[in-house]
């Protein structure tokens, strides 16, 4: 997890003592996340500071199973917008809600993973966790999820 988190200057601890229970219930869903398991919980996101077109791609994002994945040209086409699909893709690179919303399932219509803040390693380990095969350095085809019409 510390690929998608900064690091804590020198020094620095975290006690549980010190935390909020719901900041610490909250970080430990994020773990669980990363990990792969499936987490029952309900976060209080705001969307309110979003353009529409950011709000309703990174929707579609959190509409991706466990499991699958899908691609940045097939969620410009969800929303009405073909061609869109490098828009899209600034979007997944800005996502401020990581593993919440889980960008980590938009690869390329290649079935090649694309970007990650965390590095494709990482992309490719959370997939894995979460249930996607891959065929060498390509998600296989029976993984990859298109939005009903």
Known sequence: MSALLK????GSDIREDDVDPYA????????????????????????????????????????????????YGEIARKLGKRGAARAVG???????????????????????????GGGQEVKRRLLEREGVRFRGNRVARECFWTFPS
Request: proline share 11%; hydrophobic share 40%.
């Open 24 to 71: 610490l219930n909250v970080l430990h869903s994020l773990h669980q996340l990363y990990e792969g398991t499936p987490v029952d919980a309900r976060f209080p996101l705001s969307f309110d500071h979003m353009s529409v077109f950011k709000r309703k791609a990174l929707e579609a994002t959190m509409m991706i199973p466990r499991g699958y994945v899908s691609s």
């Open 7 to 10: 690091p804590l200057p020198p």
């Open 90 to 116: 600034r979007v997944e690179a800005t996502n401020p809600f990581p593993l919440v919303v889980p960008c980590h399932r938009v690869i390329r219509s290649t079935r090649a993973l694309g970007e990650y």
